[in-house]
């Protein structure tokens, strides 16, 4: 799916924290130059509708131009989106 617009990725933020209210992302590892900055995450919440928590990780790549992000890339894989153990 592409996002392009500030607009638009303000709607999926939205999207997202109206289904996983308490969604948190944290950042493993990330790796960064002047142009460039890659992170590999995991956000943890719990879905509103059925309060099961869940888990998935991923993977951003972002361009960066004059220090203001220009473009991203973001890898992550739906079928993680399953209901996690607890611990």
Do not use: N, Y
């Amino acid at each position: 799916q592409t996002i392009a617009g500030v607009a638009a990725a303000r709607r999926g933020d939205e999207q997202l924290f109206a289904a996983i209210p308490d969604a948190c992302r944290t950042i493993d590892h990330a790796v960064a130059d002047d142009t460039m900055l890659v992170q590999h995450w995991h956000f943890d919440g719990t879905v509103k509708a059925t309060g099961t928590p869940v888990r998935w990780e991923g993977c951003s790549w972002m361009r960066i131009e004059d220090g203001l992000f220009v473009e991203a890339w973001t890898f992550w894989d739906p079928s993680q989106l399953q209901p996690r153990r607890a611990k």
